[in-house]
Every structure is written in C-alpha cells, then in structure tokens.
C-alpha cells in the first residue's frame, strides 16, 4: 500500500471501496496508478404491504459467534498478488483490467437483482387477482342461494339471525371474528332498471368504477360522461347553417341592384369589381371569355372596363385624372349674387422713382426707412381707407429689372395700374417693361407723374415720351389719365385717389362675398416661429378661420389670419390682402387658393398636383443620335457654378434665380443645386459641402446646427440683402473661375528655306522673314501646307553666328524650336504673343 493512502483525514471517513475483505469498504484503482477508498452505506429493502396485514417479523440478528445463520455476501474474489519485476506498463494494464473486472461484476449482481423484484412483483399481482377472484364467485354464489321474500318471514336468513343475536347478547361478551366476504342482496325496487344504485362499485363491463379514473365534481354530477361534448365553434356553426337553410327556405331571389361606376382611365380589376359589387373571379372569367388572360390585380383600360361594366348590367360614368384636380372656369356667379368690392390698384415703375414713397405718403407710414439699398425687394399689399370712406387696395411692386416674375403677377391680379415715372429721369427700362405688362393685362392705366417738387422736374417731357409707347394722356387728348404728384410734399395725392376712385366706379367692380373663398398668392414666405406664411389678394367669396384650402400642391386649414398692420381678422371679404396661417408647405407666388368642403378632398387635390408636378420635373426630352452628341459635347465644354439659394419669401427665390440664369452664357453657366424659403439648414449646407458650392443667403441666415456644420465643413457662406450686390459678386466670382481671356496677335510670318543640325539632337532652321518680325522667346506655329505640325517656342535666334533678339521682314536668320525637330525645307513659320484679359459677365 502506498503512503498516499495512510493520509489523515479531515474529519470524516473517505467515500471508497477498500479491501474486498471488509465489508462496507470498496477501493478504487485508477489507469494512472493511484487509487481511493469509498465508504459504501447498506440499507435494508422498504417492503409495501397490503392494507391491514399484519407486519412480518424481521428475523433476529445472527449471533456474532456463528455467522453461518446469516446468508453472507459472496466475498470477492482476492486479486492476484503483483508479480514481481512489473514493469509500470504492465501494471497499468494490469489495474485496468482488474477495474473493467469489477465493474462487469458489478453491472451483473444490478441485473440480477432487478429480474428477482420484477418477478416477485409480477408474483404478488397475480396472487392478488386470484383473491379478487375467488371473492366475487363466493358473493356470486350467496346471491344465487338466497330465498324468496315470501319465506323470509317464515325463515329469516343467518345472516339476518345473526343480527338479531348480535342486538340480543349481552354488552360485554366477546363478538365473533368478523368473515371476510358478507354478500347482502338488494332489495327490489318499483323501477330497479330505471334507478342505478346509490354508490355503485362495479362498472357497466364489470369493471371497478374505482379504479376507472380520478372522481371529479364533473364526473359526479354529470352521469353520462361517456359521450364527448360539442365545442362552441361546431354549434355556432351548425345555428348558421340552420338559418342559412330557414333563410334560403323562405326569400325569394333578390332582383340585380343597377349601380352607377365610377370608371377612371385605369383601373385594376379588383377594384372595379368592388366598384360594382360583383365577385373578382367573376369579372376575371368574363375577361377570359373576351380573350384577355389577366388577374385580379392587373390593370386594364376605360374600354374594357366599359365592356364588363355593360355585361354585368350597371351603368358606366367615364372620368379622367384631370377631373379630380379642381376647374373654376365655369363656375360664374349670379349678377343678382355679386356686391360692390374696392378697387385693387398695383403701382408700377422703374426702381428709384418714388413708388414706395408715394403708397407711404397715401398710407401715413415709412416703409423706404426699412427698406435694404433704398429699394423695393418685395411685393407688398396694403388696403387703405379714404377721407370719404371708400376703400382702396394697393400692390406695391419691385422696380428692379430681377423682379420680372412680381410685376407680371402685380399686373395680373389688379383691376388698375399707376404707372410711377420721375419727372426728373424719364422713361427707363423697367418703366417700358411695365407698361408692356400692363397691356398684356389689359386692365386700365394712371400716369402718375412724380417728384414734382424737384427743380429737374419736367412733366411735359414725361407726356411726349410716352407717346413713344403709344400711351396718350388725357392733356394731349388721349385716354389715360395722368396726375402731377410729390410724395414728399403731399401735393397731388387727393387727385390720385380721385382719379383712382372714378375709374374704379367706371369698372364697376363686384364680387360675390356669400360662397366659398378663392384667392390668389401674392407673396409666400417660411417663418421660424409660425411655419408657412402666404400672402392672399381675396378675388371672390369670403375667408373665414377654420375653412380648409388648397393652394397649388399643398392643402391646409385656415388657423388664423392678419391684415396688413398685424391685427388678427375672422373674416376677409374680396379684394382684402390678408396673410394666411396653417398651409401644410411654402406654395409659389401666384398660386390660386381654393376653399373646399373637407380635408380628404384638399388631400386628393394636392396629391394629384403634385404627381402633376413631379412627372413635368422628371421627364426628359425624347432622345435622338443629334441631342445625345450636343449633350456631350456641352458637358466636356461648359463650366458649371453650383449655387444653393436661400431667400426669405418665395418672390426673392424667384428673381434670384431668374437674374443668376441671365449671367449665364454657353462657356459657363450657373447651375442651382437647390433653392428655398427659409433659414439655412444642415441640408443646405450639406449638399452644398458635397458640391463645393457656396450657399447663398439673401435676408436670412443658417441657424445653429447648420452655423456649426458650416464651421466643420468649411462651407463657404454669402450673404446679402440687395439683390444687385448679389449678381455683381456671383458674376465677378464666375468670371474668375471661367479665368482670363486669351487673345493672340500675330507678331510675324517666315519661310523654312533650309534645316541643319544643331547640337547631337536639335535642329536649325535658316528662315526668310516675310511679314513682321521675329523675337526670341515667343510663340510659334509651324505649318506644313496650312496643317500646323507643332506649337513651340523660340528658343535661339541668330543671324551670322550672332544671338540678335528680333529680326526684321527681308532679312535671314536662323532659329532653334524648343522641343521640335519635324522641321522641313518650305514650312511656314508663325509667330504671335498672347494677351490675357479679365472677363466679364
């Protein structure tokens, strides 16, 4: 034994097998050569007995002298003595196999011992059963031998005799030991067939009820458990088909309801077939039948839909996309409906003559203090209120050239224009272009002839002018109206208005102010606290808080509404300018706004114009081989400026780019990557850092995540708040990047008469100047037979071995081409400077 196995213990017994001559002591031994002691505990088997059988004595301990009484376990075979001069090897395999031993052995006395208790258990059941037996042939056999009723009261039976000896006998004596088995017959019953017994034991096949299951309340009160119950579901159905039957019974057919479809200009058949009430499948076989192999989902045309709609029997109401947006050209309202509405009048002219010092001077306000550079950079609208009470709208408008687009609407949307010109300037441009506007408007003209109080002023001038432009004044006897004011001395202003007012009366202007509103969009703009904000000129009905609109491609609700000083109305009656709160986007300047009668269909109206919108953006000329090379070429040649541009009202947008186009031309070209209404965002200056494009901002500014990404991306930043200031330096930058101009100049012309070498790899070429004259170090062109060969410089000029620095024409000389050696006898030789000069756009 090796010392490891002498080791203390710490406290308790070591688990393990020792000698196999100890009992309750096994000892393990392992492959690596050491080995352990295991405890085993010996319990005794727990025998179950029957209920009131009496315990079997245990046997007595055999005495300790004799141990043969006692049937010992059979002791384990010793294990062989190690032979001696084992090598490790050998005893490693040799306590392997003494371990696979033991366990083999091990694994055999289990079996064993498993097979003795199944056996004795099979044993005990079927002695059981036979008891069970022979019990109920005995109660059989009493029951069969029991006599009559009749003769039970001559004779009882012994059990009965029994009993009345037992309630006889006195207490104190013993009772007789009671038998196993007393079978008593039940008495008979009126109905013994129809009544089951109070606490029956046996089961309809003679089974114990005992034994058939576990008693539950359920099983006791629901006797005839055997038949399986039906689940809610089966009886639902089964009452629906009762009445599907009691219903198909008793109604007649139902006569085909004729229905009215709505058929668009495609339409898939499912929808179609919910449209008429009909079965998909149904349409989809009446398809087939025509030759067309389609589905439910697949769309088909108006004809064919027309053709299955008159073969099911309904009636057909043919509609296009078109019909969904909403179309006022025929709707024209009663003479007996329409009211008398103040006159709009928009005031016209060329910039810096006194349009918005005259509408200050009419309203009692300042507006020109506010205005950046002194100019008007926005369409205003404004409704004054007379000395005699009569009302008056005005539309101030641009004068700059950039503002086109505001003066057209201006001239659109109004019933009379005041042509503004300065006595002390004449007729500009823009004064010509407003006057055009008007005559495209048709609407009639004022002349308003301005700084009278000036020592330049000249009115006389003004009238001869215009006759330039086939406009005559009342004072040459024509029919256009002029009047002589001063905006700074207020002289002439009451017969402004006068005349304003008469010719409004000859107009008669009316409007209906009892149906619903239609507007149209002076001006539109973004605000940072209230959202979307558009400017309307009420042209008939009345707009009240809470009607719900549509404006171009977006819908909205009217949440409120401010006059021209800021005052919150509820009401707007025609020819009323008032600013709109709650559009769902930023609309165009001369959008018309539409009241309508819900939300779904101020949603359907702006979705369908905005497919409109989306389909004119996205598509593309039709291509051919002509278009494809002019494209190409122009993508390799022009040079393109990215801009992103950002305005405060959509009218500034507008003239913004519009001017930015106009300083285009085919070598370079401003190309915006986006333009909006609005502060500066992180989309802005994104796709701006991504182009390298700088942002331009006109009246507004980037707010503070766009103002930090400006600083991380380096995005360059232009801000402005005069629109010319605006085209000068995007022209002065595009002209930079377009570079210089480069004009050549042909200094002098010669003639190749012969070539000789000149070092181990140049050579010189003897010339004859015919034209001009030839310096050393500037550009040459060499010409064979009119095809220039190379572009060089001169290097080297010289006449009899001397470096000269210019040749004159008549004389010869010789010169060496930097870079160029394809020199031959009769070539021509041309020789030009460069000059370089700044563009301009």
Known sequence: MSDSDNKPTLGRKPLGLKKSVEAGEVKQTFSHGRTNKVVVEVKSRKLIRKPGEAPVAAPPPPPPPAPVAAPAPAPAPKKPAAPAGETPQERVARLQREAEEARLAMLEEQ?????????RALDEERRRAEQNRKAEAEAEAAATLQPEPEAATEAPPADEAGDDEEAQRPAGTAAPAPRRFTPVAAPKRPEPAAKKPAHPTRDRKGGDERRSGKLTVTRALNEDEGARARSLAALKRAREKEKRAHFAGQSAPREKQVRDVVVPEAITVQELANRMAEKGADLVKALFKMGMMVTVNQTIDQDTAELLVEEFGHNIQRVSESDVDI????????????????????????????????????????????EAGGITQHIGAYQIKTKGGDLVTFLDTPGHEAFTEMRMRGANVTDIV??????????????????????AAGVPMIVAITKADRSEYSAQKIRERLLEHEIVVEAMSGDVQDVEVSAKTGAGLDTLIEKILLQAELLELKANPERSAEATVVEAKLDKGKGPLATVLITRGTLKVGDIFVVGTHSGRVRAMLDDKGRQIKEAPPALPVEVLGLGGVPMAGDVLTVVESEA???????????????????????SLENMFSALSAKQTVIEYPVVVKADVQGSVEAIVNALNKISNDEIKVKILQSGVGAITESDVNLAAASNAPVIGFNVRPNAKARELVDRNKTRMKYFDVIYHLTDDIAKEMAGIWGPERIEHVVGRAEVKEVFPAGKRDKAAGLLVLEGGIKKGLFARLTRQDVIVSKTVIASLRRFKDDVPEVRAGLECGVVLQDTNDIKPGDMLEVFEVEERERTL
Do not use: C, W, Y
Request: glycine share 8%; proline share 6%; charged share 30%.
């Open 111 to 119: 079996t064993r011992r498993e097979q003795e208790e199944r056996q």
């Open 327 to 370: 179309d006022t050209t025929g709707d024209v309202d009663a003479p007996e409906t329409l009211k008398p509405r103040p006159p709009v009048v928009t005031i016209m002219g060329h910039v810096d003559h006194g349009k918005t010092s005259l509408l200050d001077a009419l309203r009692g306000t300042d507006v020109v203090r506010g």
């Open 418 to 439: 005041v042509l503004v010109v300065a006595g002390d300037d004449g007729i500009m441009p823009q004064t010509i272009e407003a006057i055009n506007h008007t005559k």
């Open 601 to 623: 269909r101020a949603r359907e109206v702006a979705a369908f114009r905005q497919e409109k919108a989306t389909a004119k953006r996205t598509t593309t000329a039709p291509s």
